[in-house]
C-alpha cells in the first residue's frame, strides 16, 4: 500500500535526522566541553561558626601587632591540607580562586587564623571520590559569635554575610550540597545563650533554609568536644546537650568528643581539624546518595568512626 510506503520514508528519515543531529560538530564540541563545564558548575559547601570553624591550627607564633603580644599562623600547611587544582575558595572579594590555607583569610580574619578541616575535607572527599566534580568552598564563618548572632531578630551581620555569600556563590555557577556549622564554644558563657541555644540553633537553620528556598538543604551540625580551662566557658555540657537534641530533616550531627585540643582548652590542633574535615567527608558520601533521594537524614557520626590513616 502507498500510505505504509510513506509512513517507512517519513520514520527512516527522522531516525536518520536524530543521527546526523548526534554527530554534529556542535554536539560534539558540547560532549568536549562537559569536563570544563565542571568549573563554572562548582559543587559548594559553606563553612559557617566561630573561630574553631575559622581555623586555629599552627597559630603558635608570637608576634607583635600595636604594641601587643599576639599568636599568629606559622605558615605550616600539613600534606592533608595542600592545595588541588579541583578546590576553590569564595575569597574576600567574592570570587573564586584555588583555595588555599588560611582558608578564611580575608574574610573575618586578617592576622589570626590557621589551618581548619575545610582543605582536608575537600582532598579527603575527591579522594573518596575523584569523580564527585570541582568543590567550591564558601568560607563564612566569624569568630566569637554567639547563636544569636545568626539568629537574633535584628538583621546582624554574620548572617547577612553567610547569606549573601552563599547566594553570590549558587548565581556564579554552583550547586549547594551542604552547609558546615561549628560554632556554640561563646554560648558556654552565659546562662541565658546556654539555655536557649537549642531554640536559636533551629530558627537559624530554618531561617537559612527558608532564605535560600533550599528546605532540606543539608546541615552538617559539629557537636563541641569536651572543652575546658582555661577557657572561660562553663556550661559546655548544657550546649552539647542541646546539641545532641536538636532533631530536624537532614541535621547530621558529628560528635567531636576525644580530638586533640590545644592548650587554651577551646580550639583544636591541626591533628584535630585534620581528623574532623575526613569524618566530615566519610559522613557526607555516607549520606549523599539518601539526601540525592531527597530522603530524610537524621544521623549521628563520631569522629573515632572513621579510621583515618
Ligand atoms: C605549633 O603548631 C605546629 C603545627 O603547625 C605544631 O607541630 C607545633 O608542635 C606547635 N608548637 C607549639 C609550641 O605548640
Ligand atoms: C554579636 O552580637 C553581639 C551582641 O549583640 C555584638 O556586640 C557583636 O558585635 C556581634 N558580633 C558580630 C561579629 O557581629
Redesign the pocket.
Known sequence: MRSEGIMVLLTTTVIMMYFCWMMSPKELMLMNLQSHKLIHQKQLFVLAGQSNMLGLGGVNKTAIFNGAKIKVWNGVVPPESRQNPAVFRLNEHWEWELAHEPLHYGI?CKITCGVGMGMAFANKLLQMDPNFGVIGLVPSA?????V??WS?D?A???YRVLLERTRSAVKQGGALRAIIWYQGEADTIHPYNAKHYKTGLEKFIHRLRNDLHFPSLPFFQIILPRIRKPFRGTLVDKVKRAQRDINLPNLIKIDTDGLPLSSDGVHLTTEGYIRLGFTLANAFLETNSKLLQNKNVVSMYNTSDFNVA
Request: glycine share 24%; net charge neutral.
Open positions: 573575618n566569624a569568630g566569637g559569635t554567639s544569636r548572632n537574633g535584628y546582624d551581620t554574620p
